[in-house]
């Protein structure tokens, strides 16, 4: 703030002493780049405030087998926007969606939810995935439906670094759970000084189940014994390369099964 201040003192300064409008142009890009540089840095803490505020959100939607095993389950994307949203007020966070449809050999959907900050500083997170198959009980219509849904809730998953995980139901327990347990002895490994921190970490694990690699493959390539080695900033590049990577094709598994629970609601 007293650089921003600074700069519009200098303008004001410049005003009254009527200097030439080649100078003044010179001085107002500099107040652009600063103001620029000012938002991006209250976007950055404010998503950093964020990021340590929200919850990790339970996967509680599950997909049962023809056998009515449970196969995995899933957050709705209904269900994190509203564990998540007092958040994103708390902090000045607003976000819009757009969507749109790809022909290049095969149709994909593609959907960017673009987050602004209240001081100004907007980014954008895109996610693209493939149409399922038109089935008897979904129409083309709602086969382009769940597939943007489907690419919705990783768009905006990505965007805030929101982290989901199973269900634990002992977590309200006075005792601690073995789960619970071991949740507590991993932070502990993230000390801070400059390393990954635990949700990093944790954010970095579920994008590489995602992307169809292990945590094995990432220690691998840079010959770690464990992702706790890792600097902050290296953990950051980590999960911008791998936003970018394409999804498993099981995704489209997900994605159908989210379309034949929303038949199911307008059946």
């Known amino acids: 703030m007293p650089v921003k201040q600074n700069a519009e003192a200098l303008i004001a300064k ?5 200097v030439p409008v080649e100078t003044m142009e010179r001085l ?16 950055d803490r404010a998503m950093s405030a964020f990021q340590a505020d929200c919850p990790t959100i339970e996967k509680t939607k599950a997909v049962k087998t023809k056998s009515g095993i449970v196969a995995y389950k899933y957050a709705p994307i209904e269900s994190i926007v509203s564990q998540v949203k007092g958040f994103l007020k708390k902090h000045g966070f607003s976000y819009s969606t757009t969507m749109e449809l790809i022909e290049n050999g095969t149709i994909k959907v593609r959907v960017a939810i673009k987050v602004t900050h209240a001081a100004g500083h907007s980014e954008l997170t895109e996610m693209t995935v493939p149409l399922g198959n038109k089935t008897d009980i979904m129409s083309q219509t709602q086969v382009v439906a769940s597939a943007q849904t489907f690419a919705k809730r990783y768009a905006f998953c990505n965007a805030f670094g929101i982290l989901t995980g199973d269900e634990d139901s002992d977590a309200n327990t006075q005792a601690q759970s073995p789960k619970t347990k071991s949740i507590i002895e991993a932070k502990a490994i993230y000390t801070g000084n400059g390393r990954i921190s635990y949700r990093q970490a944790n954010f970095i694990r579920d994008l590489l189940k995602q992307k169809g690699y292990t945590e094995k493959d990432l220690l691998n390539k840079y010959k770690i014994a464990n992702m706790a080695e890792l600097p902050s900033t290296k953990a950051s590049q980590i999960i911008e390369n791998l936003q970018k990577l394409p999804s498993l094709d099981e995704s489209d598994q997900e994605a159908e099964a989210i379309a034949n629970d929303a038949v199911a609601a307008l059946s």
């Not at 107002?28 to 976007?43: C, D, P, Q, V, Y």
């Open 14 to 18: 410049a005003i009254d002493k009527n």
């Open 28 to 43: 107002l890009a500099m107040r652009r780049e600063l103001n620029a540089e000012w938002a991006k840095e209250a976007f």
